[in-house]
């Protein structure tokens, strides 16, 4: 199971990521890439298109929303276990 997962992760480090959302990509960490790279797949998109559902799918697993009502420390705090 840990060589599939190498594989997976070389292969999401190369993958070509669509041009909307390539530079938000590149600066994940390499286990939210397969994070999202995993929800396209459950979600049949793939990877080198672009859509609304695409860069939605993309801030819920990195974090990046907003809370009604919460400090907006707790969403910096977020965004700093996702990114590099």
């Given amino acids: 199971m840990k060589c599939k997962q190498i594989e997976i992760m070389k292969i999401i480090k190369n993958y070509f990521w669509n041009h909307e959302y390539r530079h938000e990509m590149r600066t ?8 999202v790279y995993n929800v396209f797949l459950k979600f049949n998109l793939d990877p080198s298109e672009s859509s609304d559902l695409h860069y939605q799918l993309i801030c819920e697993v990195v974090g990046d929303y907003t809370i009604q009502g919460e400090d907006i420390n707790q969403k910096q705090i977020r965004l700093q276990n996702s990114y590099i």
Avoid at 29 to 35: A, E, H, Q, T
Wanted: hydrophobic residues 25%.
């Fill in 28 to 35: 994940l960490k390499p286990s939210r890439k397969m994070d």
